[in-house]
Structure formats: C-alpha cells, structure tokens
C-alpha cells in the first residue's frame, strides 16, 4: 500500500506545470527605462511601454529655436553660388511593387537601381549627393558627363533586361538633366538648394518610361561637342512642356542610338510587350 501510495506521488508531481514567477525587482528592467520586461504566461517575455520619467518633467525643457534658427541663417548666408549640373533618376512604381512582392525585395530591386546609378555617375566623374530611396540625386560639373551617366544607365538596364526581370522583375525608370546655380549647404550630409534643383526633379517626373529628358540649358552646353559623338547619341526633337512649379522649358530627349527614343511609336511598342 505504502508502495503504491508513494507511485501516486510521483505521478501527481510528474503532472504540475510550472509557473513562471515574475523576477525579482532587481532582475528587472530598471525603473528609468523606457520598456520594462513583463513576463505573462509560458516563459515569453512581453515589452509593456512605460513612462521612463514623471509625466510633470516631459517636455519640460523646450527647444532653442533661436539658436536653430540662427544655425540654418549662417549656413545659407556664408555658402556661395556653384553652377553644376544636375541629376535625378526615379525608379517606376516601387510602392506598388513593395505591396505585391514584399518589402525585401523591394529593396533589393530599389538597391539595385541606385547601384547601377551611382556606378554610372562615378564613371564619369559626377558625385551623387543623395538616395531617394527609389533613385539618386547626382552633381556634375560638365554637362556632357551628366548626359553620358545617363545613357550608360540606360544601356546597362536594357543589357541587363533578362537577368534583372528574373531577380526582381521590371526595372523601369526616369531620368532629368538640367544645369544652374545652387548653393552648396554645409552640414553632416552634403545638400544643395536652388532653382536647378526643383527643376531637374520636375524635369525627371515629365519624363516616359525609360526616358531621358534634357533641358534647352544642358542642349545648350552639349550640342557643339555632340558631334563627337553623333555615331552613339540620338537626341530628338524640342518639345515645349509646362514644368509644375517652374513654367515652360523646352526638352529634348537622349538615347544610345542603337536604341532608339523611348518617344517614338516602335520603341514604346517594344517596351509594353517585354
């Protein structure tokens, strides 16, 4: 009997779930910190937002506007006029393509575009100041530097046509070229601002498929040197468009020659069926 009493503890203990027991105040997150670690059923850990200080002392210090303020005064006023050439490239539709495929290779396809633009705009000596997370914002010195970025990203996509679409799909895009004053701003990262800016970028949104838009400034500054290179470029007709923000400029579009203007009938034919 004793026996079998004993058999029937050991089952009985065999039986007990354990509970976990919330640890002791000094294993815990201190008082001050943002999250405290809270432990609810089963041994997972859930975070519980908590105030880190008295609700009477947040926010109570305001922010020095004056010296903000001032800061941004002293950077635009001691900065100087630089006339540059300007870049912006657009990858099409890369929030619809992030809601369909997923956010990781939104990124990689967003990653791959820049890579592509950055490579190109290095090769002949422009600088990009910034990603936009769907494409850059690029600064040359020469025009014509600018336009040959632009059609070596052209035909490196278009090279890349099939191995691309099989990684991540299409990779259609815009880009626009424009040249001007703007002012370099100092600061932890490099930014300028400017007419030249707003309309490189109004520029690159008028711009089709696959297109490269070029102003009458940049048409300008290239169209003495094109003929260097009139075996390889294909500059189309002037074409008046109204920029939002900027009013009327005169646009030309470029392409690599052997791949015709994204303007005209055969080659946005052959666009829409790959």
């Known amino acids: 009997m004793a026996t079998a009493r004993k058999q029937d503890k050991i ?4 039986n007990v779930v354990a509970i976990p027991r919330t640890p002791p105040r000094s294993q815990r997150a201190d008082k ?6 809270v432990v609810s059923s089963g041994d997972l850990a859930v975070p519980r937002m908590v105030a880190s200080r008295p609700a009477s002392r947040v926010n109570a210090k305001m922010l020095d506007l004056d010296v903000m303020i001032e ?25 619809e393509y992030k809601r369909s495929m997923g956010h990781t290779k939104g990124y990689m ?34 025009a014509i530097d600018a336009v040959l970025a632009s059609l ?9 046509r099939k191995k691309l679409k099989k990684l991540v799909g299409g990779m259609n895009y815009r880009v626009g070229i424009t040249c001007g004053y703007v002012k370099e701003i100092p600061g932890p990262t490099q930014d300028y601002i400017g007419h030249a800016m707003d309309k490189g970028a109004r520029i690159q ?26 075996g390889d470029i294909l500059i189309g007709a002037p074409k008046n468009m109204t920029l939002k ?13 052997q791949m015709g203007l994204e303007s005209s009938l055969s080659t946005r034919l052959k666009t829409m069926f790959h």
Do not use: W
């Open 71 to 95: 800061s941004v005064a002293r950077a635009i006023a001691t900065t100087q006029d630089h006339y540059k050439c300007i870049m912006f490239t657009d990858l099409e539709s890369s929030t």
């Open 152 to 160: 070596l990203i052209k035909r490196s996509i278009s090279d890349g």
């Open 11 to 14: 089952n009985s203990e065999a």
């Open 32 to 37: 001050s910190a943002a999250v405290d670690l």
């Open 109 to 142: 396809r967003n990653r791959l575009f820049c890579d592509i633009c950055e490579q190109a705009v290095e090769r002949y000596n422009g600088h990009v100041v910034k990603h936009l997370g769907d494409g850059i914002m690029a600064v040359f010195e020469h």
């Open 245 to 257: 923000g900027v009013g009327v400029s005169t646009l030309y579009e470029v392409s690599p020659k």
């Open 205 to 230: 949104s008028s711009a089709l498929r696959n297109q490269i838009l070029i102003d009458e400034i940049v048409y300008g500054l290239i169209h003495t040197k094109i003929r260097d290179y009139s």
